[in-house]
């Protein structure tokens, strides 16, 4: 039996896309508070894409990915290191500090 506005799993990707983008915001807010304390210098990677189309009257277009993602934040900790950041979702509830 087929839900009201339920297609394809649509629903699920839509809570797992706001799930994902509610963690990364979060990542974004701790990294800006590591820079504003000199913790910590994190930026978010660039997806590597190659665009295919022309841009549209709202100003989207096709692209293509151009090689594989990697991590989502790069960057450099106090003293030099640098660091790596893999956005995923899990339930273990364990954190770490940069300080």
Known sequence: ???????KGTG???ARKQA????EAEIQQTIDVYYIEGLAWIRRAETPTMQIGPTDE???FTAVRTA????DFV????G????AIEAKSCSNKDRFSLG
């Open 1 to 7: 039996m087929a839900t009201k506005g339920w297609s």
């Open 12 to 14: 699920l990707q839509a």
């Open 20 to 23: 994902g983008d509610a963690w």
């Open 58 to 60: 709202h100003g989207r």
């Open 68 to 71: 594989p993602q990697g991590c």
């Open 75 to 78: 960057g450099t900790v106090k």
């Open 80 to 83: 030099g290191r640098s660091i």
